[in-house]
């Protein structure tokens, strides 16, 4: 879809394809990594409180992330 838009702007179909590929690989990126690093920083707190009594306690993994946030 962005390759036919951006050829119709006169860029070259090599050129329209890597700037779509990029913008592709960029947003599937962000997108995971706006998932799971939330996700491995819970993790890694609800490991933590398991070996260390002086960390604090979470329930679970929601209240964890409501007290991280």
Do not use: F, H
Request: hydrophobic fraction near 50%; include cysteine.
């Amino acid at each position: 879809m962005w390759v036919i838009s951006l050829v119709g702007l006169g860029v070259p179909e090599p050129t329209a394809a890597a700037i779509a590929n990029a913008t592709a690989g960029l947003s599937a990126s962000m997108a995971a990594q706006l998932i799971c690093t939330p996700v491995d920083v819970v993790t890694q707190r609800l490991m933590v409180q398991s070996g260390n009594p002086n960390c604090d306690k979470y329930r679970d993994g929601m209240d964890a992330l409501r007290k991280i946030l």
